[in-house]
């Protein structure tokens, strides 16, 4: 499996801020995820990105608010845009293994204050 | 994804084995199971996955019954380090997780 890290490991943010994270695969891979984890929940989609066309977003989250990129295969960026306490989660990136499986980041702390 | 039921908690003593059950009675003919756990404030670790044959690798077993309704995840000999979230998804593709079951490890 590919190892992923994710940047920054945590922040904390005023309200009306933006802040991208970044997550880096060490291999290429076709396809990466992100999701959002709030505060004692599970892990929720947010979108799906492959390199060279628009990310795919879930029901409930949008460009405008999430806008992500894909510039390559071994990298992507998520930026959360005028953020709002309700922003505070864990944001973590993942990519797809041979089976489908996923492999996960450690995530990224977000605190919106 | 086909919903999955997990119990929401279970205890287990270390060094005995630990099985974890999951119900996904309407899995679909090319869905697969997939487990993950989740260690507190860490990323989501795969373990195991498997489509109609029982699977076994370095870190647990997975059971799948012959009408792939429910399976059960087992961890042969649960350490203290295994206590964590585990979540089980059936799924082609896109993961759904649910709350999962809290496995505790204890002395």
């Known amino acids: 499996s590919a190892v992923i890290s994710q940047k920054p490991s945590r922040d904390i943010c005023q309200r009306g801020t933006s802040l991208t994270i970044q997550c880096q695969v060490d291999?290429?891979?076709?396809?990466m995820f992100w999701y959002r984890q709030q505060p004692g929940q599970s892990l929720t989609l947010i979108a799906t990105?492959?390199?060279?066309?628009?990310?795919?977003?879930e029901s409930g989250f949008v460009i405008d608010k999430f806008p992500i990129s894909r510039p390559n295969l071994t990298f992507s960026t998520l930026t959360v845009s005028n953020m709002s306490p309700e922003d505070s989660s864990i944001y973590l990136c993942?990519?797809?293994?041979?089976?489908?499986?996923?492999?996960f980041g450690p995530g990224t702390r977000l605190t919106v204050l | 994804d086909a919903k999955t039921t997990q119990p929401p908690s279970m205890d287990c003593a270390e060094g005995r084995a630990a099985n974890l059950p999951c119900n996904h009675s309407?899995?679909?003919?090319?869905?697969?199971v997939y487990w993950y756990r989740q260690i507190h404030s860490q990323g989501p670790q795969y373990i195991i996955h498997?489509?109609?044959n029982n699977e076994t690798n370095e870190m647990a077993s997975l059971i799948i019954t012959e009408d792939r309704k429910s399976s059960t995840l087992i961890l042969p000999h649960a350490t203290l380090r295994d206590t964590a979230v585990y979540y089980c998804?059936?799924?082609?593709?896109?993961?759904?997780f649910g709350q999962g079951t809290i496995l505790t490890v204890h002395p």
């Open positions: 309407t899995i679909s003919g090319n869905e697969y």
């Open positions: 998804i059936a799924s082609y593709g896109k993961l759904t």
């Open positions: 990105a492959n390199q060279g066309s628009e990310a795919t977003y």
């Open positions: 993942s990519d797809l293994g041979q089976y489908n499986e996923q492999f």
């Open positions: 291999s290429q891979v076709t396809m």
């Open positions: 498997g489509l109609k």
